[in-house]
């Protein structure tokens, strides 16, 4: 099976014959930190950690959430990433995709020659010009398994970047395939994470995937169970988004709930209690072992960012900033959360606040970004609240306060931070 021989750690042998999958890097965390620090690092965020995340400036308060920015799967992916780069200064390295969605990151990859093979900063490189000696990157969201094959296939050495708690998500949608439940996945089809995770599933004989984005069309796959929902109606609105050969009336009988580790974590658990409500009356509260399982696979990272947005919007902000990828899921949440409380905007970066008057944002249940004005509030004192997601370099963030202050013609008392 793909799966077994790709989770073997086959370590390097040697420069000239390195082959396999290499999950733990080159032994050269320190010699590349440096690196990553004056890529990604920010004094002016590393003063607001020594000042208890909060700064007032004139009549302008700023208040850094608790929780933001790099998790620990991005840390950990970037470090590798700069780890291969540093091993292997004459190979051609490649990314199967965006490694996260940051746009800052990706390209400072590209500006250290790392090719992407796939999506927006996909070169001029494909699968089929890869040679045996070519590194491949894999994204901390993973890769499907026929990507893996594939890569596998060309004799590629694999530096394998995805994140802890994505492949415990891989883990318990495995083993619902293992066990005949079809996979309920709560998350984005599109997503690369999400792809990864459903792939897993079709290795295992009759194993079967279904991904529901929302509520909206979890509801609908409820009604089905009640048997109030024709098959068809499922298979037309959510059939980009089920197994091959996917058929309601027999995959959907006995089921798993897991989820995207960035989805909103609150609308996860009320999926699964949706799910579990419809099978209960369906087959009675009695059997419902027999046909429902379900494990939170949010990841604690995305978890801490949401507690930290919502703690930030009942101090009562004027006004939130959230900044990361416009493509972030888990970004996205913290603007959807934001919302709730207070006018807020997610934005990609400082370049975005283009005036005091005009800003470029995207809105969470948008696909566009698009442009507004009247933002930045004219009332004094002002609150504002600043996040950024798992994947938002801490330098995005100290510029985008830095631009904040700067608008509202303060200057600050962290005149030498950068
Ligand atoms: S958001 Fe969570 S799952 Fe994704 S890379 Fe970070 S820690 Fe890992």
Redesign the pocket.
């Known amino acids: 099976m793909v799966h077994r021989e790709a989770s073997e750690d086959l370590r390097a042998r040697g420069d000239s014959g390195l082959s396999g999958l290499i999950r733990h890097g080159f032994g050269l965390k320190k010699e590349v930190s440096e690196a990553i620090g004056s890529d990604y690092q920010s004094d002016v965020v590393e003063w607001f950690r020594n000042h208890d995340h909060f700064g007032r400036f004139g009549e302008v308060e700023v208040h850094l959430a608790r929780e933001f920015g790099f998790?620990?799967?991005?840390d950990k992916a970037i470090d590798f990433a700069y780890q291969t780069r540093r091993r292997f200064p004459d190979r051609r390295i490649f990314l199967t995709a965006e490694i996260i969605h940051n746009p800052g990151v990706n390209q400072r990859l590209r500006e250290l020659g790392v090719q992407f093979l796939a999506g927006r900063y996909r070169g001029e490189f494909s699968y089929d010009d890869l040679r045996p000696e070519d590194i491949v990157i894999l994204p901390?969201f993973g890769a499907t398994v026929e990507e893996i094959a594939q890569l596998r296939e060309r004799g590629c050495t694999l530096v394998d970047t995805t994140?802890g708690?994505?492949i415990h998500v891989w883990k318990r949608v495995e083993k619902y395939a293992q066990d005949g439940f079809t996979a309920v996945i709560h998350g984005k089809y599109s997503h690369e994470e999400t792809r990864a995770t459903s792939s897993r599933v079709l290795q295992f004989p009759g194993g079967h995937y279904l991904i529901v984005r929302d509520k909206k069309q979890t509801q609908l796959v409820c009604e089905f169970i009640r048997g109030k929902a024709p098959a068809e109606v499922l298979v037309e609105k959510l059939g980009k988004g089920m197994s091959p050969g996917f058929e309601p009336a027999r995959h959907l009988v006995r089921i798993g709930v897991a989820n995207q580790?960035?989805m909103l974590s609150s609308e996860s658990l009320e999926i699964a209690s949706m799910l579990r409500a419809a099978l209960a009356e369906r087959y009675g509260e009695e059997h419902i072992d027999e046909h429902f399982r379900s494990f939170d696979t949010i990841?604690s990272?995305?978890q801490d960012r949401q507690d930290a947005i919502h703690e930030l919007g009942r101090k009562g902000m004027d006004l939130i900033l959230v900044i990361g990828g416009f493509n972030s899921s888990?970004t996205t949440h913290l603007i959807e959360i934001a919302s709730r409380y207070t006018r807020a905007y997610h934005i990609e970066d400082a370049s975005d606040l283009i005036s005091a008057n005009e800003i470029r944002h995207k809105r969470w249940d948008r696909q566009e970004p698009e442009r507004a004005t009247d933002w930045l509030p004219a009332k004094r004192p002002l609150r504002v609240g600043i996040t950024g997601g798992?994947s938002t370099p801490n330098r995005s963030i100290g510029q985008t306060i830095l631009r904040l202050l700067d608008l509202c013609g303060v200057s600050p008392r962290f005149a030498e931070a950068k």
């Open positions: 998790c620990y799967g991005v901390a994140c708690s994505v580790t960035t990841c990272a995305t888990n798992a």
